[in-house]
């Protein structure tokens, strides 16, 4: 299903650990994320495998997938416009399980040039009523 009207706020996710299949399910979790908010998805770099070597340190998104086609699923958003539309960076991380570290977290600025100072992290607990309901509604 294409989606349809624009989306005023963003999730940016937060890939950083372990290799690209890991990484690729970060991205996953985001985008549904996203999508039962009602929000963008940034399209953020990816961070070269450890065992890739010779890999430039930050891996553009266009590189791996095809921005396009994830556009006919949710509204997505180009750096640019994370930047652009959120000049204090990110202020918030949401976690699911156990919170990324904050050594994770200045990762993701770095490789996406964007600010992260003051950064609280909330856990969230899907377990609740109300996001059961939300994500048999998002199915």
Not at 81 to 103: C, H, K, L, N, Y
Not at 116 to 132: D, F, I, M, P, Y
Request: glycine fraction near 8%.
């Amino acid at each position: 299903a294409h989606v349809r009207g624009e989306a005023r706020a963003a999730v940016y996710p937060v890939m950083t650990a372990g290799g690209p299949n890991n990484q690729y399910m970060q991205l996953i979790e985001a985008a549904l994320v996203a999508r039962a908010l009602g929000r963008a998805l940034v399209l953020a770099p990816f961070q070269p495998w450890t065992q890739d070597r010779g890999a430039p340190s930050v891996k553009a998104f266009d590189d791996t997938f095809d921005a396009r086609s994830l556009s006919h699923l949710l509204p997505v958003w180009p750096l640019e416009r994370m930047r652009r539309e959120a000049p204090r960076g990110i202020d918030s991380v949401f976690a699911v399980g156990t919170p990324p570290p904050a050594g994770h977290i200045r990762t993701v600025c770095w490789m996406g040039r964007i600010r992260c100072e003051g950064v609280r992290t909330v856990r969230l607990n899907t377990t609740s009523a109300k996001c059961q309901a939300a994500s048999k509604r998002s199915a």
